[in-house]
């Protein structure tokens, strides 16, 4: 079998799991238990009670690198899909990033005294935070509303577009902690161990990047193929269907800019904890070249935070730890 094979309901379950071995992931967030022996797909979902379209429908869209157009036409199971989203809520929030806070924390040496790893702890710390304020709007705002569509009831005050429109992707943020390591991190004795933790951040980058794939193309199209359906049942007027676009994503630079001598002493004005206003009086400048300063600033070295851009101060020795304001 290869990954260019579109999975089937007669398939072996085992087949498809030892041509992409990831779908280990999806198997356990629909409640599909392992020892399952040549058991074909459909037989493996019907012993669980588990809907066969709407797995396949998870499997070919992850193995086929998200790509919609592979999927075969089939009408997906909303409640199916949200047992899959809430148990993946779950695994990140529960197993993932607190495994990978606890190997950084054997990676780093806390007995040093190093800011920057301080720095590097907090930003990790206040992005778990991030995601669990994510999550849980999902569990109780989206996933709230979904159950009420599955029983026929649809909200005044709330549709799935609302969800569409504030639908951040959350791994944004882990790839500019994954890259802040790679390039800022000073050489440590216990390297293979930080290498060890970059490499599940890339996993766990990669694994939220399909989460998000998952709810942008199929689970936000079922919930809206549900919301008609409810509202032609309750006889309300018609409604557009339109999803708008969720995929706009930053755009990137590959090669960094060197910083002007100017941009370097905004930058340690900015770790110093200088506002704006204070930047500008202090350098004789205006507060909107102050603000045209930052946005450079941010562009060329692809650090939005000013946690990680203190990180990249002290790497670089712009400023002694000194005089960084703690509590950025």
């Known amino acids: 079998m290869s990954k260019k094979h579109l999975y089937s309901s007669t398939d072996k379950m085992s087949d498809i799991i030892c041509d992409n071995?990831?779908?280990?992931?999806?198997?356990?967030?629909?409640?599909?238990?392992?020892?399952?022996?040549?058991?074909?797909?459909?037989?493996?979902?019907?012993?669980?009670?588990?809907?066969?379209?709407?797995?396949?429908?998870?499997?070919?869209?992850?193995?086929?690198?998200?790509?919609r157009s592979?999927?075969?036409?089939?009408?997906?199971?909303?409640?199916?899909?949200?047992?899959?989203?809430?148990?993946?809520?779950?695994?990140?929030?529960?197993?993932?990033?607190?495994?990978?806070?606890?190997?950084?924390?054997?990676?780093?040496?806390?007995?040093?005294?190093?800011?920057?790893?301080?720095?590097?702890?907090?930003?990790?710390?206040?992005?778990?935070?991030?995601?669990?304020?994510?999550?849980?709007?999902e569990d109780m705002y989206v996933f709230?509303?979904?159950?009420?569509?599955?029983?026929?009831?649809?909200?005044?005050?709330y549709d799935i577009n609302m969800f569409v429109r504030h639908h951040d992707h959350i791994n944004e943020k882990l790839t500019e902690l994954k890259n802040s390591i790679i390039k800022y991190y000073p050489v440590s004795k216990k390297g293979y161990m930080m290498n060890a933790v970059l490499f599940d951040i890339f996993n766990c980058e990669k694994d939220l990047v399909s989460h998000n794939a998952v709810e942008d193309h199929l689970f936000v199209p079922a919930v809206l193929q549900l919301e008609e359906e409810v509202m032609k049942n309750l006889d309300h007027q018609n409604t557009s269907n339109k999803v708008e676009e969720t995929n706009d994503k930053e755009e990137t630079k590959s090669a960094q800019d060197d910083l002007s001598q100017r941009e370097k002493e905004i930058i340690c004005c900015v770790v110093k904890g200088m506002s704006n206003k204070e930047i500008a009086e202090n350098l004789f400048i205006s507060v909107h070249t102050v603000i045209t300063h930052r946005r450079n600033i941010a562009r060329?070295?692809?650090?939005?935070s000013p946690t990680l851009l203190t990180v990249y101060a002290i790497v670089n020795k712009l400023v002694d730890i000194s005089e960084v304001k703690v509590g950025i």
């Open 70 to 137: 592979s999927l075969p036409q089939t009408e997906i199971s909303v409640e199916s899909l949200m047992v899959y989203l809430k148990n993946a809520h779950h695994y990140f929030l529960d197993f993932q990033l607190p495994t990978i806070r606890r190997k950084l924390l054997e990676a780093i040496d806390c007995s040093m005294d190093n800011e920057v790893t301080f720095l590097i702890l907090k930003f990790f710390d206040s992005y778990v935070k991030e995601v669990r304020n994510h999550m849980s709007y």
């Open 21 to 67: 071995y990831s779908l280990l992931q999806v198997m356990s967030r629909f409640g599909l238990p392992l020892g399952f022996g040549d058991h074909s797909v459909e037989e493996v979902c019907k012993n669980s009670h588990v809907d066969c379209p709407t797995f396949l429908a998870v499997a070919n869209f992850i193995n086929k690198g998200h790509s």
């Open 144 to 157: 709230t509303y979904v159950e009420k569509l599955l029983k026929g009831k649809k909200s005044e005050d």
């Open 300 to 304: 060329k070295l692809q650090i939005h």
